[in-house]
């Protein structure tokens, strides 16, 4: 895994923002399904021998999965989502604890039998949390390791033990004045912070520090018992720590390049750790030395699972091979290939669940009880000792042959986006899949308006396109395979249309509709609707919302003073855009306090305020409020056409909203020169005003179709529709920064 920007995470601690940010993550279809590559694999057996087992699933896309396992079926019973970001490892622990960690610096406790109830987050990194690892037999003990080489000990009972609120609140306390990020109860000190703080902490937990580590740690893995781990990562050495004191035990060097994968033996005597040198080496800790070297791979080894009895290793990597090798014979045999990179490996029984970069998961043979087997089938090879040597045998030809064509089972995912392009429009988003299918979005309604199916995207782009020029009022990505739609303030209010460009027929056709402020209503409304169930039958306090379709007090407290006084701010109320419920697209945001979260938009319950969202999110929602905006103005000249004869309308510069119609230009020009009407569509200082033109506005017929003398307006010599706006006008027909200068000339009659 590689250190990138998170483009879809809400985190500050990557993305410094004055304000927060909110984002919405969309769904196109079956929501039980992962939509990016699964990183992690975790199997709980049953406790009786009539119970299902259960495979939980963690994946770039940022949810975890349950799945109920029987003879051959596997039904998604629960998803759990709260990450942020990508899910990088995930363990069992306690046989009902489900712990998780993310690139969005956090880790995660789960009720494994839940509906997807994250019972704790823990804020301890700093950065992207990569691994985690747990004891089979110490259902107490948990390790988690990433970037910036932080590696914590975890007390799963302690840690999950309840938290006063004394303490809750002293530990906000103090985490702004520690490092001034978002810092939950848990967090409360950092690699730099002495041991003598633990101590001194009322009611929270603070995990052992395994400090050592200069560089990111990739691997982590511990023996049944919990008391040994080890550690491995960009510096190429594994450490090993004592869990108990979080001291180091000893450092071992011989890979070339990053640890990517470590097991440890139930006793902790011995270490198989895989590497982006291709190679598999076994440590005998006892000896502080490599035993062994296997040159198995043709490429990184990221993934390591083991036979009970440890005489085995099960290998696989980015050369997309799934090795079994015999690790006192080096006798070594392919057993099946994939079509993308191996992530994870997971034992279940005789068979293996294998976890790559695609959204599905495959479950092959492996004998695991009896490996021998697998061997008895012929094709194995003696592993080498040097790194190149299956490189070197893979060149000449001799690449083994898999002993496993088809896996026994599958769970399918859906494929993931992993090419989108913003329309004109500014509604629409065009996106291509990895299974090469082409759609079109709406994102102020969050579904798909046309399948295309496998087309080109670029002749589809081509074929789309507008010519119509409105503000950037948000960013998307595609980070976690599905759109990802984002909204920062206050650029997202820059985009405004009118009531006829949306379709809607109950308002006046001129009347104007800010694009994020309905798109945001839309998101919110479910959450708005419980909110003021909740507090419809509490007796009215300051502050509160009251219940009633008119909000005129503040829900929340506000500490800054931020909206304009215009009218338009306050007047006009929309019904908002509507999100579907059936695939709701989830959020992810955050407030003041409590960190970073994601929800689906239907599962908000009302109690979510000003600690949970932005600020300026409610101000907008509840209050109608907007923030000041620039540039929503367009200046430009009004002049006669050369050589005509017409006389001058007006003298001077114009200004008019961006998104104001030619047609409306043509409507002042006819009442100042044909129709002799007041000038209403001008105000006395030279500034277009909302409404004006002609009576028939109001009525069916668009206002130039009702117009029987022809005046044309021109912009460098091209005649102009009548529905091209300003804005449009300025960027692709004057194309200069200065002012645009308009022409008008009479056409004889129709």
């Avoid at 622990?93 to 987050?121: E, I, P």
């Avoid at 090879?381 to 893979?394: E, I, T, V």
């Avoid at 709701?584 to 009302?606: A, Q, V």
Wanted: net charge neutral; with cysteine.
């Amino acid at each position: 895994m590689h250190r990138v920007g998170i483009a879809g995470s809400a985190s500050n601690s990557v993305r410094s923002r004055k304000e927060k940010r909110i984002t919405y993550v969309l769904n196109d279809a079956d929501d039980t399904k992962h939509c990016a590559g699964v990183n992690c694999l975790a199997v709980l057996k049953p406790s009786k021998p009539d119970n299902s087992s259960y495979l939980f699933t963690g994946s770039r896309d940022g949810t975890l999965k349950r799945w109920e396992l029987n003879e051959e079926d596997a039904t998604c019973s629960a998803t759990f989502e709260s990450h942020v970001d990508w899910v990088n490892d995930a363990v069992l622990v306690g046989g009902n604890t489900l712990v998780s960690c993310s690139s969005d610096t956090t880790v995660k406790a789960w009720d494994c039998f839940s509906n997807g109830t994250c019972t704790r987050t823990f804020r301890q990194h700093t950065d992207y949390v990569t691994c985690l690892a747990a004891a089979e037999r110490n259902g107490n003990i948990v390790a988690s390791g990433g970037l910036c080489g932080e590696v914590f000990i975890w007390d799963v009972e302690a840690a999950l033990a309840p938290v006063t609120k004394s303490g809750e609140a002293a530990d906000e306390d103090r985490s702004s004045s520690t490092n001034g990020s978002g810092i939950s109860s848990l967090r409360t000190i950092g690699s730099s912070n002495n041991i003598s703080m633990q101590t001194s902490l009322p009611q929270g937990y603070v995990p052992i520090s395994a400090k050592g580590h200069k560089e990111s740690v990739y691997a982590l893995a511990m023996n049944d018992t919990g008391n040994v781990l080890v550690s491995g990562g960009t510096e190429k050495a594994i450490r090993v720590w004592d869990t108990r004191t979080g001291s180091k035990m000893m450092k071992l060097r011989g890979h070339t390049d990053n640890i990517r994968a470590l097991l440890l033996d139930s006793t902790g005597r011995f270490c198989l750790s895989g590497s982006s040198d291709s190679m598999i080496r076994l440590w005998d800790l006892g000896q502080q030395r490599c035993v062994h070297s296997y040159a198995v791979h043709t490429d990184s080894v990221w993934a390591l699972a083991s036979t009970p009895t440890f005489s085995h290793v099960y290998s696989g990597g980015r050369d997309l091979c799934l090795y079994l090798t015999d690790l006192a014979t080096r006798e070594s045999i392919l057993l099946c290939t994939e079509e993308n990179p191996i992530q994870q490996l997971a034992m279940h029984d005789d068979s293996i669940w294998v976890a790559t970069t695609d959204s599905s998961v495959h479950r092959w043979p492996a004998e695991g009880r009896n490996p021998q087997k697998v061997f008895q089938r012929g094709g194995s090879f003696l592993a080498g000792n040097l790194s190149f040597s299956r490189a070197r045998a893979s060149m000449e030809g001799s690449t083994p042959v898999p002993v496993y064509k088809e896996p026994t089972f599958s769970i399918d995912g859906i494929p993931g986006i992993i090419q989108y392009e913003i329309l004109n429009n500014k509604r629409h988003v065009l996106t291509k899949d990895n299974a090469g299918s082409v759609k079109l979005w709406e994102i102020t309604r969050g579904v798909v308006i046309e399948n295309y199916g496998q087309v080109s995207f670029e002749k589809k782009k081509e074929e789309l396109f507008e010519m119509v020029s409105i503000p950037s009022w948000f960013t998307v990505d595609s980070r976690l395979g599905n759109l990802s739609v984002h909204l920062d303030t206050p650029q997202c209010f820059s985009a405004e249309l009118y009531t006829m460009d949306l379709n809607i027929t109950e308002k006046p056709e001129d009347d104007k509709i800010n694009l994020a402020r309905e798109t945001l209503k839309g998101l919110l409304a479910h959450w708005l609707s419980k909110k003021k169930h909740k507090l419809g039958s509490l007796p009215l306090a300051n502050g509160e919302l009251p219940p009633g379709r008119d909000i005129s007090t503040r829900s929340i407290t506000l500490s800054k003073v931020e909206v304009d006084g215009t009218p338009e701010n306050d007047s006009k109320v929309y019904p908002p855009f509507e999100f579907s419920t059936t695939s709701p697209p989830s959020i992810i945001t955050e407030g003041s306090h409590n960190g970073p979260w994601r929800k689906k938009i239907t599962e908000m319950d009302g109690t979510e305020d000003d600690k949970d969202l932005p600020w300026w999110v409610l101000d907008c929602v509840i209050h109608n409020r907007l923030p000041p905006r620039e540039n929503t103005k367009c200046s430009f000249y009004l002049q006669p056409y050369e050589g005509s004869t017409t006389q001058t309308v007006t003298q001077g510069k114009l200004s008019a909203p961006r998104i104001l119609r030619i047609h409306k230009v043509v409507n002042y020009v006819l009442e100042k020169l044909v129709l002799d009407k007041p000038l209403d569509s001008l105000s006395i200082d030279g500034t277009f005003a909302p409404g004006g033109g002609d009576g028939s506005f109001r009525s069916g017929l668009k206002p130039w179709q009702k117009i029987k003398h022809s005046i044309e307006i021109l912009c460098n010599n091209q005649v102009l529709t009548p529905d091209m706006s300003l804005a449009t006008v300025r960027a692709y027909i004057w194309k200069k920064p200065e002012d645009v200068v308009l022409n008008y000339r009479i056409v004889p009659g129709r």
